[in-house]
């Protein structure tokens, strides 16, 4: 029987909860809501959203829409407050009416016609800047490879059919909307956690001295979509020594030898919401001592962080807090080499979100990073050792909430689940049974 049980513990984070992702991921009224907020932004204007061209929806398309379908264009009208959704082909007009509560539903080859009246309310169409367009404008074209995005070209052909329009940032007025998650969105947000997290489990569980990091990759992924995610949330970094602490590694070829860490930085991404997840442990299960001191130090200080996170305090503000919290435990976050004290960046349909300047006031509904690092440098200055753990984290009305609180951090926890067997041992068990 105890053999049995043991068995059954993966197999159940892995088959016990299937969610198809098919149809409306909220209710008419969610959509409606976001935006009427952003008509209220462009009251002297329409905005312009252009949707993907490929089978994933880009995020401001999706959040105001929650369409898929590719190549398709929203407008959104703040003078006569009304929306038109323009499809490359026309059909199920009654179905998305009723899910997206949009007026009017008008195939793409509609857009000029539909433009040419708008001349007569306003000459401003505000639309989300592609950065990626600033650096193309900057160099030119005389790089093979420096191309403009889809906006821009849009942009380019309205600006030549209808030369009075005038186009305006629109970035910061949807940052400020999505930077503040409903509770729809929360809800969501916290199932994408739930489903990263026990990846993360799976991952402890099936890894081993000799398993290159791709392997770890495509057990992450593996297990997300098994469990109803969509897949990576971001391109998954799962670099070990001497690339650990390389938060921009994405190579995932090494061969993991015992005795090294790993710190793979992965989240899921379920109906478009993404988690920030990162965590450092040793493939072989067993923490040095060192390992162990930086260990209890870096959960020391993202504890403090949680603490320190709430409604009315400016991420710029936070280090101080957090030290002082720390200074109880003797610990030094400058002698210890600790840095990212402040919740590094905005989460929700983006690892790297839209949403306000880091000096902010913190409010309720905010999602963020608490990812704390610690880097440990020999004289030359070369990165020798470290350790870093990262939580998605929403600002409650008096404090926080830890999203991704299911993943093991502490030696004792880690050590624990990387004794469990996972998923790859049961496969091998079962080959070895039936060879």
Known sequence: MKRKAIILIPM??????????KGAFFDQAEYKTRRAKLMKAIPDGVALIVGADGPKQNSNFIYFTGIEVPRSILIINGIKKESVLFLPVVKSVDRIKEE???????????????LYHIQSLTNIIYTPFNRDDALYQTLGSLDPDNRPSRELNLMNQIRKGFPNFVFKDLTRAIGELRVIKSPAEIKVMRESARISCLAHIEVLRSAKPGMYEWELAALFE??????GG?????????????????????ENSRKIKSGEMVMPDVGGEYQYYVVDIS??????????PEQKRLNRIICA?????????RPGIKRTEMKAEVQKILSKKDIDMEKEGVYRIRGDHWIGLDVHDLGPPRDVILRPGMVLACDPAIKIRD????????????????????????LTHLVPRTVEEIEK????????DLIKETREKNP
């Not at 965590?279 to 040095?288: E, L, R, S």
Request: glycine share 10%.
């Open 12 to 21: 159940i984070i892995l088959w016990g909860y299937i969610v198809p992702l």
């Open 100 to 114: 997206t509560g949009i007026e009017r539903i008008a195939p793409v080859s509609g857009l000029s016609r539909h």
């Open 222 to 227: 593996y297990t997300i979509k098994r469990l």
């Open 230 to 250: 969509q897949g990576f949330g971001y391109e998954p970094i799962v670099p070990s020594d001497p690339k650990w602490y390389d938060s921009h590694y994405s």
């Open 279 to 288: 965590a450092t442990f040793p493939i072989n299960g067993k923490f040095t």
């Open 301 to 309: 200080v993202e504890e403090a962080m949680r603490q320190v996170f």
């Open 379 to 402: 004289k030359a200055g070369n990165v020798i050792a470290g350790v870093k753990i990262e939580n998605t984290v929403l600002i409650t009305k008096d404090g926080c909430e830890n």
């Open 417 to 424: 689940e990387m004794a469990e067997k996972g998923i790859l």
